[in-house]
């Protein structure tokens, strides 16, 4: 549990549900005015970033987000049925434009078997994964473990950028 920092503005752009309505005519509507996008209510970002963790399949019963507009906080409640989907979750909300914190209230399923918890480690501009495995594992090949330990929050290899977090497991 603790608060974990990201970068605003940053990552992920949740896809809001609202919709404008348009004309049903088709007839010209220049002289209507479109109007300005606005910006998404706090329960609107938290409802859009349940959805975005309760997408990526993770292990988690219980789970519920809350939004502070006012900070940028995202707190995250739930029982993860492993530290690794704990801090997926973490990493699959602050990893969202809107958030520049995440307040961590879950609690892991006591297991026979506890793991470590990961480092957590912030992109910078011309890294890659192997140069970050170089760094962490003084093994540049071990790029994978890094990539398969941040699943599903990577699709591809290739797919890291400046200010994301990722998982180093040990």
């Given at each position: 549990m603790g608060i974990f920092d990201f970068v605003k503005?940053?990552?992920?752009k949740l896809q809001g549900k609202k919709e404008q309505s348009q004309p049903t005519t088709s007839e010209p509507t220049a002289s209507t005015p479109t109007p300005a996008p606005t910006e998404p209510t706090a329960q609107e970002i938290a409802n859009q970033l349940l959805s975005h963790i309760q997408g990526l399949g993770l292990a988690i019963t219980s789970l519920s987000v809350n939004y502070n507009s006012d900070t940028d906080t995202a707190v995250i409640h739930g029982q993860a049925q492993s530290q690794a989907d704990k801090e997926k979750v973490i990493?699959?909300?602050?990893?969202?434009?809107?958030?520049?914190?995440?307040?961590?209230?879950?609690?892991v399923v006591e297991t026979a078997e506890q793991e470590s918890p990961s480092q957590f480690y912030t992109v910078q501009s011309g890294d890659?994964?192997?140069?970050?495995?170089?760094?962490?594992y003084d093994d540049a090949n071990k790029y994978n473990t890094i990539f398969e330990a941040n699943k599903p929050l990577l699709k591809d290899v290739n797919s890291i950028y400046p200010g994301q977090v990722l998982r180093i497991p040990e």
């Open positions: 503005g940053i990552g992920d990493l699959a909300a602050g990893n969202v434009a809107h958030v520049a914190q995440v307040d961590d209230q879950m609690t890659t994964l192997s140069k970050i495995s170089k760094q962490f």
